[in-house]
């Protein structure tokens, strides 16, 4: 084919596409894909943004033909890079979602030709080079330990009912700081920014060391973390709040300068 050199395709404009980010279990839905370039390789799900299409509209569209199911779509980030078409190479942008499923999905064999659920650890390669960039935020953003999260939180309320998919949706909203041991989370506690008409406040939420490695240091570890990735977003206030039989997370947040405020706390609850 040959290339066109008029004015109009002589700009590098990208090409924009949507891609899915599926997450389960730690595990990334991803596709092998039927055709070329890439053939036999594993892709995400997604695909080029239609004339007079939203990104978002064309994720959902995309996760519709390529799946057969409707789904949530939050926007992340977006990453360039290279596609190429009967050897001509030409800009991408790619638009990346968290994308979550509702319904039994069914694979569309026209574009590709398996799917796979593969642990984020493990997934080394991917077709096309803004998906490389895709993977590495991935992994730098989601990969957790969610068995040690899981039984943090049953520490901090036996009641939780914890649901993965928010625990992805917290980390994009604020900052999560971690302690770990061979792997597996010991610790953990998350911020995130709470804009007010007048200040930038943040909130502190689900503090908590495992019972095992209390008494260590850690939770005045975490505490700091958080108070330093405030500090760093320009927040003004911290704020947070615990029940007064805490006396060890009572007498920590005193011990930092948190001081206590006397305020009625009302919750109204719209959903179980
Ligand atoms: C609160 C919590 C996170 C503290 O973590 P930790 O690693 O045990 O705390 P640290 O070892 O870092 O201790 C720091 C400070 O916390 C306070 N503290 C910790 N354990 C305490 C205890 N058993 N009794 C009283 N104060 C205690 C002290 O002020 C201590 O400072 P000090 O060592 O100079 O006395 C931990 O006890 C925990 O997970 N508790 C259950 C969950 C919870 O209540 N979370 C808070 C929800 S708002």
Avoid at 174 to 185: A, D, F, I, N
Avoid at 188 to 193: D, E, L, Q, R, S
Wanted: glycine share 6%; aromatic share 10%.
């Amino acid at each position: 084919m040959k290339k066109c050199d008029c004015v109009l395709c002589s700009f590098e404009n990208p090409k924009v596409c949507s891609t899915a980010i599926i997450i389960k279990d730690q595990k990334m839905l991803v596709a092998k894909r039927a055709g070329s370039p890439f053939k036999g390789k594993w892709d995400f799900i997604g695909g080029y943004i239609n004339k007079n299409e939203s990104p978002e509209d064309a994720m959902k569209r995309e996760i519709k033909e390529e799946l057969g199911v409707n789904c949530k779509c939050r926007y992340l980030t977006s990453f360039c890079g290279t596609a190429s078409y009967e050897g001509y190479g030409y800009p991408v942008l790619a638009m990346c979602y968290l994308v979550e499923l509702s319904g039994k999905i069914k694979l569309n064999k026209k574009e590709n030709s398996k799917l796979s659920w593969i642990p984020i650890k493990n997934l080394k390669t991917i077709a096309f080079d803004s998906n490389q960039k895709i993977l590495k935020y991935v992994k730098s953003k989601f990969v957790c330990d969610l068995k040690g999260v899981r039984s943090l939180l049953k520490q901090l309320n036996p009641n939780i009912v914890f649901d993965e998919q928010s625990l992805y949706r917290a980390t994009l909203n604020g900052y999560m700081s971690k302690v770990e041991k061979k792997g597996k989370l010991i610790g953990m506690g998350w911020i995130y920014p709470r804009q007010t008409l007048p200040w930038n406040n943040a909130t502190i939420e689900d503090m908590i060391v495992d019972e095992k490695y209390r008494g260590q240091g850690l939770g005045e570890k975490i505490l700091f973390d958080l108070i330093g990735w405030a500090k760093r977003n320009n927040i003004q206030i911290i704020e947070l709040t615990t029940n007064p039989k805490r006396l060890a997370a009572n007498s920590l947040y005193r011990k930092i300068g948190f001081q206590q405020f006397e305020t009625n706390h009302y919750l109204l609850k719209l959903k179980k």
